[in-house]
């Protein structure tokens, strides 16, 4: 090591790899480390990877080709996270300066790790995607003084045509309710209002104790004393059932907003993506949340461009933009994963047609969001105050629909604080954002 136990650690991809740097950074700390900004001042450089799209594991090769030189100032390296698990021992082979390789299922095995690392050893956590144990922790480095992430189930079993998930992040395991309820009051006691429960697939939720049902641990969250917003993400269609919908009707601190993937607006191809449900079961759910008795919001992901999809079942994709009003969509064009079903399938649909369908729905998207923002115009909301935009003068606040809404406060009121909760009255409208007053 450099000097000193110090680290820099960067993360890519999904807020579940957020949350497990946060875990990562916390775990490092408790083991005398210090965390730096730059990769010049640390003795260990970790990566925390994704590979969900597109060619990550090699612009990882190549970000660990440049640190090669770095070696000779006694630098380690470390690849975590997707990546690491996808490529394993390659890694080492391919960039030999590299000493820790570890999967998100091993992190709980990183304190014995970096003893090896400290000894001058290697150290490689590649062997646990079919362990039954979560990575519980009472180190954890938030980011944020207001919002924090809960994991509540780690991997995934759904096992998607075109999803690595399943590969890097092992199989599916829950967290007691205790430990996740423990954790939700312990952040409330330390001042959060609001908190976000995380999985691939939160809805597949099964606790160990046999205690609560997802929503009835939703519910239970929701009920801690100072918590004011809970949020939860990812859900999958076919494990979303109707008591979510109750759950949220019933339990203010439940935020008006469900992200509830579709990936396709064609049946067909949702079969070829082993997806486990037609479009039919998925406008059920839709319909579910649509006559409760909140407004919820609902945003989607969608891929374009999977194996076989055809001009018309891209289509069927634009018509379901429609029938729903999705409030907001991650939208993608499809990339052949290693080891994923799809990838056996022919990559059939050029990249430039892919992104043509991209953009046509992109700009279909906003449209509807354009139409669905103006709609709030008028209306008051509450938001968290998130921070400043001082270039514009505003104030940028988050609605429990989870939109964007940016805000001025009269002359001579008192600025609000980040972390506050304040009531703007909406002027005007945009397809990403809303623009508003602070009222009283
Ligand atoms: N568990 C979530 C679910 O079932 O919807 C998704 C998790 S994944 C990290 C986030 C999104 O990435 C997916 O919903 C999908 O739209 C997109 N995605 C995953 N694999 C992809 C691939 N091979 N090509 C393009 N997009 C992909
Ligand atoms: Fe991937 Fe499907 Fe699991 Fe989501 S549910 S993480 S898309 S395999």
Known sequence: MASEKTFYLETFGCQMNVHDSEKVVGTLISQGYRQVESVEEAGLVLYNTCSIRDK????????????????????????????????????????????????????????????????????????????????ETEFTARTNPHR??????????????????????????????????????????????????????????????????????????????????????????????????DAIDSVPALCDHVHLPVQSGSTRVLEAMQREYTCEDYLQRISWIKTARRQISITTDIIVGFPGE???????????????GYDGTFSFKYSPRPSTPAQAMADS??????????????EHQKQIQARLSRGYVGQTLEVMVEGKNTARGQLIGRTSQNKTLNFTVTAGNPQPVPGSYVRVHVTASFPNSLLGEMVG
């Open 56 to 135: 990550a594991e090699q612009k990882v090769f190549h970000r660990l080709t440049d640190f090669r030189k770095l070696e000779r100032q006694g630098k380690k390296f470390g690849v975590l996270g997707c990546v690491a698990q996808q490529e394993g021992q390659k890694i080492f082979e391919r960039a030999p300066h590299v000493s820790l390789v570890c999967g998100s299922a091993s992190y709980r095995n990183l304190p014995q790790m970096l003893v090896q690392l400290e000894a001058g050893k290697r150290a490689a956590g590649l062997d646990d995607r079919q362990t039954t144990e979560t990575f």
């Open 310 to 324: 055809t001009e018309a079942e891209f289509e069927e994709t634009l018509s379901l933009l429609d029938q729903v």
């Open 349 to 362: 649909v050029p990249e430039t047609e892919k992104a043509r369908r991209l953009a046509i729905l992109q």
């Open 148 to 245: 924090g992430y809960i994991t509540i189930i780690e991997g995934c079993d759904k096992f998607c045509a075109f999803c690595v998930v399943p590969y890097t992040r092992g199989r599916e395991r829950s967290r007691t309710s205790d430990a996740i309820l423990a954790e939700a009051c312990q952040m409330a006691d330390s001042g959060y209002t609001e908190v976000q429960l995380l999985g691939q697939n939160v809805n597949s939720y099964h606790d160990p104790l046999g205690k609560k049902s997802f929503s009835e641990l939703l519910a239970a969250v929701g009920e801690v004393e100072g918590l004011k917003r809970v949020r939860f993400t990812t859900s999958h269609p076919i494990d979303f059932t109707r008591d979510i919908v």
